[in-house]
């Protein structure tokens, strides 16, 4: 028996449209498991009385600053996912790989992403004091909504074949925001310093 060679590529989802029209409760489900999520969030950054720390990585200045690299390291494998995703779709030329790249992209993104958003949630919490720092904790509660609905919908059948993309250019845009409130600000403001 030999290997077929298209087999990286058969688990990823089509991007053609699916024939027949998919349940409502396909898409109302991860819609309100996303809304449950953010909510939840920000419900307990709100509530939780902030630490001050979470966290603190040996050769960082600050707990600020390692935030800061691990949001722009989760920004990076985030920027990679968009690449790898034109791929797929067919948007760019790319390699047969790039449905793993895709996936393996985002798995880093998101374990990045986890230790950050602990760290924010747990040691600063959901804060409203400033323009700048009310939108960050709104949109890092919003990003984990989006992205639960995102691997909800992964493993629906029969879903529109725009959905997903969608989803995903939301989750990527709303990250982006996140990035440009937290990491983008401290480095900005206070230089690329580790």
Request: charge should be positive; include cysteine; glycine fraction near 8%.
């Amino acid at each position: 028996m030999s290997a077929d060679p298209n087999a990286a590529t058969q688990s990823w989802p089509s991007p053609e449209p699916h024939h027949g029209r998919p349940h409502p409760a396909r898409c109302l489900v991860p819609v309100l498991v996303a809304a449950a999520v953010a909510v939840g969030l920000g419900v307990y950054g709100r509530l939780h009385q902030p630490t001050g720390t979470a966290f603190d990585l040996a050769g960082f200045s600050s707990t600020r600053a390692v935030k800061s690299w691990l949001a722009s390291t989760a920004f990076f494998f985030a920027l990679v996912q968009l690449v790898s995703a034109l791929m797929v779709y067919g948007r760019l030329p790319g390699p047969r790989w790039a449905p793993a790249l895709h996936r393996w992209s985002g798995r880093i993104a998101f374990l990045v992403a986890v230790p950050v958003a602990v760290h924010c949630l747990y040691a600063l919490g959901y804060q409203t004091y400033e323009t700048r720092v009310l939108w960050h904790s709104i949109l890092g509660c919003f990003f984990f909504g989006a992205f639960s609905a995102k691997m909800l919908l992964l493993r629906s059948e029969r879903l529109p074949g725009w959905l997903l993309p969608l989803v995903g250019g939301l989750v990527f845009a709303v990250l982006t925001l996140v990035w440009l409130t937290s990491a983008f600000w401290f480095f900005r403001t206070f230089g690329v310093t580790t």
